[in-house]
């Protein structure tokens, strides 16, 4: 009988708005860009009373290359994505010697979902997307908005 084996599956797609703005950083070692930034997701579910309650999780994102290019021009704090990735673990030591471990999202793909006026015009939180990429996708809803997607990949 053949042996069974555990499929090596790690995926995650998630969506949230962004807690703060990115920070990006170069590698010392030969310059790689790459940016941090940690998203808020919520979930809404009933108690055993039957009444709707809301959780919060708090997830960290890296993206490298010219993924995290794209978000440093482009994202800030609040701005909502939808990140698809595999869950990295990386240990490090503190300042005061422990060791420090986080596991994050290592993105793959990062799409910006973004507001806009229909017009172009800045909407209530300043941010306008350049236009002349391939990559945007949108819709006008029933007030004349325009909800744009933008979808990158670490490619």
């Not at 229909?118 to 350049?130: H, L």
Request: charged share 30%; with cysteine.
């Amino acid at each position: 009988m053949a042996e069974l084996k555990m499929p090596e599956i790690n995926s995650v797609i998630i969506a949230g708005n962004l807690t703060k703005d990115p920070v990006f950083r170069q590698t010392n070692s030969g310059g790689t860009p790459v940016v941090n930034f940690s998203i808020a997701c919520n979930r809404r579910f009933r108690d055993s009373n039957h009444q709707w309650q809301e959780d919060v999780c708090y997830v960290g994102v890296v993206a490298w290359n010219k993924l995290a290019e794209s978000c440093r021009d482009n994202l800030r704090k609040s701005s909502a994505v939808l990140v698809d990735g595999e869950l990295q673990s990386r240990t490090w030591k503190a300042q005061d010697g422990t060791s420090r471990t986080v596991v994050e999202i290592k993105a793959r793909r990062i799409q910006f979902l973004n507001k806009r006026k229909k017009n172009g015009e800045e909407d209530e939180e300043g941010f306008i997307e350049d236009e002349s990429h391939d990559s945007h996708h949108g819709h006008l809803d029933d007030d004349g908005h325009m909800y744009e997607y933008k979808y990158l990949t670490s490619d």
